[in-house]
């Protein structure tokens, strides 16, 4: 079974910082792996995606993520926080069970930017 | 522009009523998904079709009724036997594959009066 854990339920940094939001995965094949990014009351917009080819995903917004397989983690990075970057941060893992594809979500990580 | 709608975007509902939430597409996906969303528990899936006039249950389909009818359309219907129906619903659809990614609508708020 896959399951992911997103590491720090709340994030707290000042505009202009750097971000570091960590999820580590378990899965029984090569996962592909998703950040997805959700604003208060709305859908949720793909961020970024790994999906086995280069292992340093670059993604809308500024947003990049490290897939490490050794360390079983695809943590979400930016080097300068915007107060829009303020919102709810789910990383995601696509696996294979039998022959139903299954999107596992994480717990969520609430970032907010303070001024 | 292509996308997901989902309606309405609030729904109130007096216990022991049945109600359907909208979920339209015109993204030509052949995956469709219900999630419910409560808060810090992340999503959690109700039902997942990949075909017209085929779905199958997720985590937490008990209370929870679909059809897909139409490649287009997969409505979720939260009948009275569920306990719980106040939460976030969201429905997603993607390619079917392994790396494709999932595309979301706007999601609808149901609040039990």
């Known amino acids: ?115 | 522009d292509g996308g997901i709608t989902q309606s309405p975007k609030y729904l109130f509902r007096k216990e022991g009523q049945n109600v359907t939430l909208s979920c339209e597409q015109n993204l030509n996906h052949d995956a469709m998904y219900w999630y419910r969303q409560d808060p810090g528990q992340g999503l959690r899936l109700i039902y997942y079709s990949q075909i017209v006039n085929d779905f199958q249950k997720g985590d937490i389909a008990e209370g929870y009724s679909v059809s897909r009818e139409k490649k287009e359309s997969f409505p979720l219907t939260v009948t009275s036997a569920q306990k719980n129906p106040t939460a976030f619903y969201l429905c997603a659809s993607s390619i079917w594959g392994m790396n494709t990614e999932a595309f979301f609508g706007q999601g609808t708020r149901l609040t039990v009066v």
């Not at chain 1, 094949?29 to 292992?55: D, E, I, M």
Request: charged content about 15%; glycine content about 6%.
């Open chain 1, 1 to 115: 079974a896959q399951s992911v854990t997103q590491l720090d339920s709340h994030v707290s940094v000042s505009e202009g910082t750097p971000v570091l939001l960590r999820c580590n995965y378990s899965s029984s094949y090569s996962p592909s792996l998703f950040w997805y990014v959700q604003h208060p009351n709305k859908g949720l917009q793909l961020l970024l995606k790994y999906t086995s080819a280069a292992t340093l995903v670059k993604g809308i917004n500024g947003f990049e993520a490290e897939f490490k397989k050794s360390e079983t983690s695809f943590h979400l990075t930016k080097p300068s926080a915007h107060m829009s970057d303020a919102a709810e941060y789910f990383c995601v893992v696509s696996d294979l069970t039998g022959s139903a594809r299954q999107l596992t979500f994480g717990s969520g990580t609430q970032l907010t930017v303070l001024p």
